[in-house]
């Protein structure tokens, strides 16, 4: 907090030397002395309380608030997954039994010593391996086996089985996908943070849990990974994300990791093991357990009948083909979804003509899934109302399969799908499409604006060149922020990455300008230094106070996340109210001053000499408290923590889509809000001759450049780009219309599973398929 005060006495210091022949020579000296102190008190003391209040992150959680998000989020994962263990059918009638024991394989696992005893257990009753799992020195886990073996399933369950045995101050063992984990970018601890944060957003509830609740769980062990799908990164990042839960978390520190075998033995032979954790695969699966179970998964009579003439030939050919696919307890699942529950007859499965292989097999099962689901769903929905027919589903899934193919992941991200369309995945078209969408309104707002206002205060061709300049600055900024997103470190300072943004957006503006009112301008015609500077002053102010309120113009590497909701409000009234005072003294100081020395922001290109004198300190003042209410609800929203509940993609959207929409009105409003406040008082007070008109008052509006701000605010979050992705895939074939509805459609039927805001294939071999079937497209 030292440089804060430093700063401040630096900046009054500087202040106090404002030579007082600054000030107009039609003020008195009274006036003149009157006005210089004003401004300076003002300063000093807007100045005094942005120094005093610190950094609010600082203040860290304290232990009953640490002790509570502990059990919430113990709370919100048990009820997130045994919901998603309903809709995966993992207990309908029961779990595969398939028997997990020690890896045989050598230099998988650590020392002896280090891992204790073998452990072993089932599927169906991983309670065994739950108790193991939290006593020393069984405190880490890698769960191996081939495709199909049943790792998440695993996963899952363990996570099931780990808290309904929990006790009081028990770790909190929390799933997650891999497949976002770029060690390059961040750090295992920082990645698991803003995972828990994002898939649980009511622990950002700062009120109730602090403001460092996430990271002091994972500091003080309160959480135990489940890391699902090591294998599911790029090749070469595998080894350095091994090399980064070794290095960065504590070697004592609980973790579960699974992987496919041959993936973790090359990960293995260039980073080394997973530090004290013991390493179990799976024991090949008894045919006769799984006809069992999928014997009682379908309903008695003719049913049950079909799975007896299956069972009497695996008898007859223990190791033919079907036999070999009932070991495989991704096979079981597809058979039990396609024969158990969308019908059909298992029986064909012992035609050794249509089905020499187990490869065969797993064809007919995986091109039989999903007609099958939504033929099922058909025949239950008796009124027809289901608004996806099995070929326009299969169509869907299988462009969504080809594009996270293309992408290398099994995670659908919403976030992310800006990528699959070539102009916006890139930052020069991208900032190109932003800076016209930005530009047309803007003309036509001028354009309603000299068609509303019969004395319009600019001629069409400034209008027009103070389009283009800004349109030139959106382009370069967000060129720049997608530079700096790409960078490590750079959201850590986003005061100090917002105004460097704003000058280099201020300057490029002011390029524009002087390179094109030279060009086109008359002879002896210059644009002054004077004029370039009070022209720097006017958009970069414009430029920072929306990138400071929404953030810098780039794709973000997550959604933001908050609420309308507004819990402990009574406790944010003061500090909103301590926002919104300040802003208006400070704003109101800063605009005297500004007067005071001949400048006025509606026209920076008019002479000084031609501007009234004006009263500022009311326009100052009624601008600060308006920007500080604005600052003030901006923040309130995205600060305001998500109902008690587990993050969905779908309400990830929602509350994506709520904030862009609050920050584009701000933004809009922010970027030309000194000379919109001005020019209203002026017209409803009737100074400089303008008369009270609506009709101005509304082209104003319109042809300010508001059209810039909101455009400068939208390209900060991820839904803007999310739904021109989504539109363009749309035109072309590849999406449905209505995504979020589609893909929670296919949750439902169980296509696709849910791990907090992210879709996946419930079985990558699905998406492997459907990406073969259609990579021509």
């Known amino acids: 907090m030292r440089w804060r005060w430093r700063g401040t006495w630096l900046l009054y210091g500087v202040l106090l030397l404002v030579p007082a022949s600054m000030l107009p020579g039609a003020l008195t000296s009274a006036e003149r002395a009157g006005a210089a102190v004003a401004v300076l008190s003002g300063l000093c003391g807007a100045l005094a309380v942005w120094a005093w209040r610190g950094r609010p992150r600082e203040r860290r959680s304290t232990w009953g608030q640490v002790g509570e998000a502990t059990e919430i989020l113990a709370h919100l994962v048990r009820r997130q997954w045994e919901e998603e263990a309903v809709l995966r059918q993992l207990f309908d009638p029961a779990p595969l039994p398939v028997l997990w024991w020690d890896c045989a394989l050598p230099d998988v696992s650590d020392h002896r010593q280090l891992t204790g005893d073998p452990v072993s257990c089932r599927t169906d009753d991983p309670r065994d391996l739950a108790v193991t799992l939290l006593r020393p020195p069984h405190r880490r886990l890698v769960v191996l086996g081939p495709a199909g073996s049943g790792k998440t399933t695993l996963a899952v369950l363990l996570t099931l089985a780990l808290l309904r045995d929990r006790a009081a101050g028990e770790p909190v063992p929390v799933l997650l996908s891999l497949a976002s984990f770029d060690p390059s970018r961040q750090s295992a601890p920082d990645w698991l943070a803003r995972q828990i944060a994002a898939g649980y957003p009511a622990l950002a509830d700062t009120e109730a849990y602090g403001s460092t609740a996430v990271e002091d769980l994972l500091a003080g062990g309160r959480v135990l990974p489940v890391l699902d799908g090591l294998d599911e990164l790029p090749p070469p990042t595998q080894p350095a994300v091994l090399a980064a839960l070794n290095t960065s978390l504590p070697a004592h520190a609980p973790l579960v990791l699974t992987s496919r075998t041959p993936a973790y033995r090359r990960t293995v032979a260039e980073a080394g093991v997973l530090t ?57 699942t597809l058979a039990r979804t396609v024969y158990a529950d969308a019908g059909g007859d298992p029986a064909e499965l012992a035609d050794t003509g249509r ?95 000299r068609a509303v206002d019969p004395v319009p205060q600019w001629p069409f061709q400034d209008s027009v060149l103070v389009t283009g300049g800004v349109a030139a600055a959106l382009f370069c900024m967000q060129c720049l922020a997608a530079g700096a997103a790409a960078r490590a470190g750079a959201q850590a300072r986003p005061l100090a990455t917002a105004a460097l943004t704003a000058v280099c957006g201020a300057l490029v503006n002011a390029l524009f300008q002087v390179v094109v009112r030279r060009t086109l301008t008359p002879a002896g015609t210059a644009v002054t230094v004077d004029q370039v500077l009070r022209h720097l002053s006017v958009y970069g102010l414009g430029f920072f106070l929306v990138l400071h309120a929404a953030g810098p113009p780039a794709p973000p590497q997550l959604p933001s996340r908050g609420s309308l909701a507004l819990p402990h409000w009574r406790r944010r009234l003061l500090p909103a109210g301590a926002t919104v005072l300040g802003a208006a003294v400070l704003t109101g100081a800063a605009l005297q001053l500004y007067v005071l020395t001949g400048i006025r922001p509606a026209d920076p290109w008019r002479p000084a000499s031609a501007v009234p ?3 500022v300190w009311e326009t100052g003042i009624l601008t600060g408290l308006f920007f500080g209410t604005v600052l003030a609800v901006v923040r309130s929203v995205r600060t305001s923590a998500s109902r008690l509940d587990v993050t969905t993609p779908a309400d990830s959207v929602r509350a994506d889509r709520l904030i862009t929409v609050v920050s584009a009105v701000a933004g809009a409003l922010l970027f030309h809000l000194p000379d919109d406040v001005s020019l209203v008082m002026s017209v409803v007070t009737g100074r400089d001759g303008l008369t009270p008109s609506l009709p101005r008052l509304v082209s104003t509006t319109l042809s300010e450049l ?26 072309r074939g590849r999406l449905p219309l209505r995504l979020q509805a589609f893909l929670a459609d296919a949750h439902r039927l169980g296509i696709l599973r849910q791990v907090g805001p992210v879709y996946q294939f419930r079985h990558a071999s699905l998406q492997h398929h459907l990406a073969a079937g259609g990579s021509g497209d």
């Open 276 to 332: 004290g954790a013991t390493v179990v695969e799976p024991a090949p699966l008894d045919a006769a357990d799984a006809l069992d179970l999928l014997r009682l998964a379908a309903p008695p009579g003719p049913p049950q009948e079909r799975w007896e003439r299956l069972a009497r030939h695996v008898n007859h050919c223990p190791e033919g083909a079907a036999a070999q696919a009932l070991r495989t307890p991704l096979l079981v």
């Open 355 to 449: 089905f020499p292989t187990v490869a065969a097999i797993e064809r007919h099962l995986l091109d039989a899934l999903v007609p099958g689901l939504y033929e099922r769903a058909r025949r239950r929905d008796p009124g027809g109302r289901r608004r996806w027919s099995a070929a326009y589903a299969l169509r869907h899934l299988t462009h969504l399969a080809v594009g996270l193919s293309r992408q290398g992941t099994h995670d659908l991200a919403w976030w992310q799908l800006y990528r699959w369309v070539p102009a916006p995945a890139r930052t020069v078209p991208r900032a190109a499409l932003w800076s016209l969408a930005a530009a047309v309104p803007a003309l036509l707002g001028y354009g309603v604006h």
């Open 613 to 615: 004198p004006v009263t």
């Open 706 to 731: 508001m059209a810039m701000g909101a455009v400068l605010a939208l390209t900060a979050f991820a839904w803007p780009h999310y739904t021109v992705a989504r539109l363009l895939l749309t035109a």
